[in-house]
């Protein structure tokens, strides 16, 4: 194909632009491919978010029963919460939060 000055084109503007449209076709797949990727990777992060949480849990949950040497039954919730809530406002109020210390195995066994 010649110009208006002759010379002669290489590449006609329908090959020209089926060629833009190929690389844009292209360039579409891979964003697909990269927002898939994506995806997996933000659903592996919730999955493990998840199971940190749950482990928290089921370790707080044992350590209330190991404090109570039973179960933890529904009766006991609320006093927990009450409990709980307690520590927060002394928190919240800057009040000192006193905890008692715990005893060595030989203390405990002295005061037998």
Same mark, same amino acid.
């Given at each position: #194909?010649?110009?208006?000055?002759?010379?002669?084109? *290489?590449?006609?503007?329908?090959?020209?632009?089926?060629?833009?449209?190929?690389?844009?076709?292209?360039?579409?797949?891979? *964003?697909?491919?990269?927002?898939?990727?994506?995806?997996?990777?933000?659903?592996?992060?919730?999955?493990?978010?998840?199971?940190?949480?749950?482990?928290? *849990?089921?370790?707080?949950?044992? #350590?209330?029963?190991?404090? *109570?040497?039973?179960?933890?039954?529904?009766?006991?919730?609320?006093?927990?919460?009450?409990?709980?809530?307690?520590?927060?406002?002394?928190?919240?109020?800057?009040?000192?939060?006193?905890?008692?210390?715990?005893?060595?195995?030989?203390?405990?066994?002295?005061?037998?």
């Amino acid at each position: #194909m010649q110009n208006d000055k002759g010379v002669v084109a *290489l590449k006609s503007y329908e090959e020209r632009i089926a060629e833009l449209d190929a690389k844009r076709e292209q360039k579409e797949k891979e *964003l697909a491919q990269l927002k898939a990727k994506q995806k997996k990777l933000q659903q592996q992060q919730k999955a493990l978010e998840r199971k940190a949480r749950t482990k928290r *849990l089921i370790e707080t949950g044992a #350590m209330i029963e190991s404090f *109570l040497g039973r179960p933890v039954e529904q009766e006991d919730i609320e006093p927990i919460k009450q409990l709980i809530e307690y520590y927060r406002n002394k928190k919240q109020n800057g009040q000192p939060i006193h905890t008692p210390k715990p005893q060595s195995p030989s203390t405990s066994s002295e005061q037998s």
